[in-house]
Each structure stands twice: as structure tokens, then as C-alpha cells.
């Protein structure tokens, strides 16, 4: 089943037939009338035409021969594109700007037997007076923008071009005196579309003294028709004279991109004569274009298909056309390769949908992807982004993810003067406006040096942006695992003027504890040494039955720490009444835990995380931390002893962190009393926990730089503290008793 079909109609034909002898036709026709103004001259018709048949005396006659041009100056290369047509060549412009070793190889692509660059030489030989045209035989090679791909060689004919800008000029005014301001290169096929229609009018083609100045140019040139991108339009309306500028126009062609509603809407209000086009550079430049229109209260486009095009929309969305403007095929290493079907239809690669007689287009087809089982259109969310106040061009592509498949990233360029948003602005302006899988989940600033055509490229685009997602991913997993270790003021737990120990045995089956009561984690380490203690503690020999608890095994620890002492902390999620062991006084008791003064409420509130870039000798670390201003802020209940408690992400390393710092509240100063790696994480994901007097040397001095940088640590402190590099002999040594005991009561 096919869908609905579009085809073309005009409203009479212009002035010049499209016959081999166009070039005579042209020249009396026209003769005197302006077709080139550049800076430095005016050319006639007839002199222009004269000058190209000049130059074509000095090509080779080698019909069908491509040469390859890379002239940065369109009045340089104009007269060469003339002269190759004219001896029956195959001209192939290549855009000046790319690098050296690209040019060199789409060249080779082609076959081109000759590369120019410079201005051809005049010598006094004979011209043809009277050149001919072959209109069906191959004229030009323009090369795709690649913004999904590779770009591709497509072959056309000067009748291609010529039937466009037939048809293009029934609907669009245009006539001779007007003149047309070449605001696109002619590598590209709509600078070379501007060329044959004021060819085909009589009208004159202007070349800007400074192409960024367009205001200006349109206001002494006499301006009268121009072609821009949104961005383009969306500059000049930011300014006073560039408003009145645009007003002076008969028309202004509008495509290349998507065009935002805001704009539409602005250029309405104005009167402005703007026409918007979908096109392509197999069909030599416009399908449909349409002028704009107010209905129902918005300005929209009414793009209907142009003469000489079909155009029809199957079943899937797909845009298939064909008709005289249709290319002859894309050249390849191999020859002229036809992607046509039997009745002759070429599949653009876009979707599209008609509303009344009215096309609309959707985006590419290839550009669509598929996110957690849902189809993701990046041209839908770039519209919606384009509304944001201050953007002026956005582009969405996918990155690779591992939990959904894919996901979307989007390129953002603010207008001049306006900084770029924080992501929370334009997520949640998106949010009111899509799904919910069609957000983003990253916003970058446009890559300026990144293209240097019309078009951006997705697949570059893409690639630039994965490794920032990749980046954000881990981040966002590290966020959400500290979420289960939130930072913060905590108090430790005490009972009178002693702290509430855990001793956790790994050994065991399962994980196990039991609760201690002492004055210091030292006088528990030194009481567990004790002959005889750990033996009767393990198997329940104290005398007074132990009431040992099932400990969670939500990590893995190192087998080296068979048994831990862990200091219990207010918020740590234990029962209000404990059984506990006192390591003093031998016996067991059963608690009421409190806090040594005040509220039994936290001293603290939960801190946002502020990202931070640490410069090391080695390596650069990026830390998400929660830190107060005032490290310790006077209160009435500040307990003896503090924690602070944060996470640190080593990229470089492939390592998170989540580190405990102990301070002690003395009467003119917090002195600093030590830190341990609480919990280590792979940036994979895969958790574990194992000593922190046993962490690599590499990886103690970089948190031991990232500490003393975020935190008022006095180094006299720090020298006397319980680091690891002052901690880790005295636990080697205790875990080394603590294994020989183990094993003799094994033995």
C-alpha cells in the first residue's frame, strides 16, 4: 500500500527554456542585466557568460571528466563551474575548509583528474561563441552533509538543477532586477540552487562584501530575495537594523534546519515573507516549500510539493519523490549506483506526515532510536528545545547505555549575551513537554570547532558526547549509592561516659555481632587480645551468655578482617535497648542508650553535593562532597566527638570512596583525630569493603590530599592522628594476634 501522493503545480513557466542552447537564450535575453555583483565588479550576463566560455577554452576535452575545485571565494569559482558545464565536465566543489587529507580522498572517491585551488589563468584562446548543453549528462557532484553517516558522492545534471529552479520560481516571485544574496556556499546544494534559479529569471546573484554582516549588505546591495538557516534569521531579528533590514525583502527562503515556533511567530508579527523549504541534495535543493501562515492562532508553514516533484508517504512515515529533479545516481568507486526502485522513487531516509495538502516533516529516519522499547524521534525534542528562551540551534543524538539501550544527549547553543542553563532548568522545562523517556539526560554547550558545514553530524556529535555520559552515569550511581550513606554531623553513640562498640564476626557462617561497651576502640582491640577472651566470646564461654545479632551482608569484606570493631554511631539502625558485653566490667548488660546532652535530634541537615576538581601531580579527581561553610557552627549541644562523612569518586583510579572523618570538640578548637575508608566501590558497580590500613599506597595519598584540601585539618593534628599510615601497623599487628589465636583455638 502506498500513501497518499503529492505532485507538484505551478503557475506558468519563466522566461528561459531549458534547451541545449540555454547559454545563448541567456545571453539574449538578458545580455546587459546584472547576473553576478561581487565587491569589486558587476557582471553582465553577456560578459559573464563570455568570461566562463573564455576559461573553457583552457579545460580538457574529456567529457564527463571530474574536476575537483576548492575555491574559498564564490566569484572565483562561479566562472569555473560555468566553464566545466560548458566543455561538458563533471565540476566537484568541495568545501575549502575541510582538512588537507579529507579533500584529498573524496577527490580520489570520485576519480577526479584534476584538483584546483587557484584562480584559472586567462591566455588569449579562441572561445566557443556558441557552446551547447548537454542538460541530461552528468554536471555535478555535491557531496551530502553526513550529518547520519558518511557523506555520499551524488551525481546531478544541470537539467536537475534547472527544473528545481523552474519550479521553484512558479512559486516563489522572482524576476529580472531583483537580486539574490548568495548567503550559501556553492559546495552546497542550495548556493548552487540560488545560481539557476536567477539564471533561469534574469535576476541578479550578490556576493556579500562581509557574509556576517547581512543586515547591512541588505540595505546597500539592494537586496531583494534571500536564503537563510533559522539561525541565521534568528540573529538578524535580534537587532534593530536587521529587523528593518528583512522588512525590505520580497522574500526569505528558510531551511536547512528545524525552524523554532518562536521564530515563526516573530517573523509573523513582522509581515515578514518568509517561505519555508524541505529539501534535499538528491532532488538539486527544494521538494516542498510554502509560505508562512497564520491558523488557529499559530504560525505554521504551508509546505506543499513544487512542480516537476512527486512526492509520496508510505504506510511506515517513509519520504519517497521522484521526478526531473531527481539525481542521477551516487558515485562510487564502483560507478553510478541507482538507489531507485522500479517506478523510479527514491527513499530520502525521511519521515514525514501530510496535513491536508501541507507537508510536514518529522526527521530523519535514521536518526530515530529506540530507548528501554520506545521509539525516540531527536528531531521531536529538538523543536520542544528550541522553545526554551535563549536557544537558538539544539541537536539530539544517542549514546550508548547499558541499562536502556540507548539514551538522549543534547547540544545546546544559547543566543550571544545569555549564559548556558543549569540542567535542572531545562529538564524540567522539557518535562511539561514530552514523555518522560524523551528528556535528556545531559545538556553540553555546542561544539563550535566541531563542523565546519551546514549541517552538524550526528555520528561526530555522538561520539563527543559519550564519554560525558558515561561520566554523568557514574556520577549519577554514586550519587544514588551515597544516597544509602547520606553525609552529614553525626553524633557518636554513648552510654554515660563510654561508646557503644559492635565487634562483627565474618568468620562465622553468617555474619554476626555483638555489642561493647568501652571507653576507647583501643580497649576493645586490647581486651579481645586478652587470654582467653576471644576464644570464650566466639563460642559463648564468658560466663554470662552472650546475645550475639544477625549482621546484614550487604558487602563483601576482605577476609583479612575476620574481625571488625565497628563504632555505632546516633543514626545507625539499632534497636533503642541493647544487649551489650562491658569490657571493663565483664558482665552483660541491657542498655537505654543516650546521648551524653542535649536533643536527641541530629545536629544537622543533609547537604546538597557541589562538584569539585582536585589538581594533584598525578592526577585530577573529581570529588562530589557535602561540606557546611562553617565546618563546626556554634551550638549549645555539640557532643564531644564528630564524624563527617563524605564520598569521593577517583576516575583515574576507577574507585569510589566513602570516607569517615573523626573530630574531637575540645574547649578552644576541634582537633582532628583520624579517617578510614568506609566502603570502597568499582565505578562498575561491584561493592566491597576491605581495611582501610590495607587500601594501596597510590590510592592513600590521593585521598589524603583530597581530606586535608576540603577540610581544616592543622598538621600538627594530622601527624598525631589515627591515619592509616600511623594506623595500618597497629591493626596489621592486632588482625596478626587475632589470627594466631584464632588458630591455636582451632587447633
Known sequence: MRGKLGTGRGRGRVSLAITPDLWQQAKEHWGDTPLLITPQQTWSFQKFLENSATLAALLPQQPETCIGFSVAHPEQLLPKLFACWMRRLVAVPLNPALPEPQKLSLFKQVGCQEMRTEVIPKKSLPPDSSPTVDLGAPALVVFTSGSTGTPKAVALSLENFLWSAEGANQVMPLKSGDRWLLSLPLHHVGGLAIVFRTLL??????????????????????????????????????TAEGCAALQRLKLILLGGALIPEPLLQQAGELGLPVFASYGCTELASQVATGPLRKREGRWETAAAV???????????????????????????????????????????????????????????KDAMFITGGENVHPERIE?????FPGVE?????????????????????????????????????????LVGFEVPDLFLPWPEPLHSGLKPRRLELAKLAQPHFNCCVQQRSFRNWLKQHPPGWKRILRCGERQVFEVVDHGSAEPRGVFVLADLRQTVMEWLLDAGNLKRLLDGTTGIPVSWHPVPQAITRSVRERIEIVRLL???????????????????????????SGPSKPLWLPLEFRELSVSTESSTLDCLVGIPADL???????????????????????????IRTLFRNEASRQRFLGWKVQLLRETDGTEREQPFWDIPFQEEQALEAIIRQLLPIDSKDWERSNTPECERVRRREFQVRLEGLLGQGQS
Open 306 to 364: 513544487l512542480p516537476h516533484r512527486e512526492l509520496r508517504i508510505d504506510e511506515s512515515g517513509a519520504i519517497h519523490v521522484r521526478g526531473k529533479t531527481r539525481f542521477l545516481g551516487y558515485l562510487t568507486d564502483s560507478g553510478l549506483q541507482q538507489p531507485f526502485d522500479a517506478e523510479g522513487w527514491f527513499a530520502t531516509g525521511d519521515l514525514g506526515r501530510w496535513d491536508g495538502e501541507r507537508l510536514e516533516v518529522l526527521g530523519r
Open 393 to 433: 540551534q539544539a541537536i539530539v543524538v544517542a549514546v550508548e547505555d547499558a541499562e536502556f539501550g540507548a539514551r538522549p544527549v543534547a547540544f545546546v547553543r544559547m543566543a550571544a549575551g545569555i549564559c548556558f542553563p543549569d540542567e535542572q532548568s531545562f529538564r524540567s522545562f522539557l518535562q511539561a513537554r
Open 201 to 238: 529569471a534574469g535576476a541578479a546573484l550578490v556576493i556579500p562584501a562581509n557574509r556576517h554582516d547581512l543586515a547591512r549588505t541588505i540595505a546597500t546591495q539592494g537586496i531583494t530575495h534571500l536564503s537563510l538557516v533559522p539561525t541565521q534569521l534568528h540573529r538578524l531579528l535580534q
Open 570 to 596: 546516633e543514626d545507625d539502625p539499632h534497636p533503642v535497648e541493647l544487649e551489650a558485653w562491658d569490657a571493663r566490667n565483664r558482665e552483660r548488660l541491657t542498655l537505654s542508650v543516650v546521648t551524653t
Open 383 to 387: 523543536r520542544k528545545l528550541l522553545a
Open 632 to 658: 563546626f557552627p556554634e551550638t549549645d549541644h555539640r557532643p564531644p566527638e564528630q564524624v563527617l562523612q563524605f564520598g569521593v569518586c577517583i576516575p583515574e583510579l576507577e574507585r569510589e570512596y566513602l
